[in-house]
């Protein structure tokens, strides 16, 4: 069983600072690649960030040069680190593997974080 845990969401003001972390576990041979997804209220989830396995990184236009996204493989874990919030960033912001193998069965399949909330407001 994999499962992915997301941490360090919360309310900041705007201009401020957050890093996201989103650790995996369970039976994991690899992990080629991770996104951070958003998604606000009334609106479609949107692709914030991604990270292939040799540590190529892709942004939405929307963070580009604020946020970060980095991959701690020994950890299985990947961070987003946000900065110069503005109240259009708040969401719930989801981790994805989209093509994690795991150990035992060594079969590829898309695993989700439960989404932690971020909240840019004065």
């Known amino acids: 069983q994999v499962q992915l845990v997301e941490s360090g969401g919360g309310l900041v003001q705007p201009g401020g600072s957050l890093r996201l972390s989103c650790a995996a576990s369970?039976?994991?041979?690899?992990?080629?690649?991770w996104r951070w997804y958003r998604q606000a209220p009334g609106k479609e989830r949107e692709l914030v960030a991604a990270?292939?396995?040799?540590?190529?990184?892709n942004y939405a236009e929307s963070v580009k040069g604020r946020f970060t996204i980095h991959r701690d493989n020994a950890k299985n874990t990947v961070y987003l680190q946000m900065n110069s919030l503005k109240a259009a960033d708040t969401a719930v912001y989801y981790c994805n593997a989209p093509d994690l193998k795991t150990t035992m069965t060594r079969t590829i399949r898309s695993y989700w974080g439960q989404g932690t909330q971020v909240t840019v407001s004065s």
């Open positions: 990270i292939a396995v040799g540590g190529t990184t």
């Open positions: 369970g039976s994991i041979f690899s992990i080629y690649s």
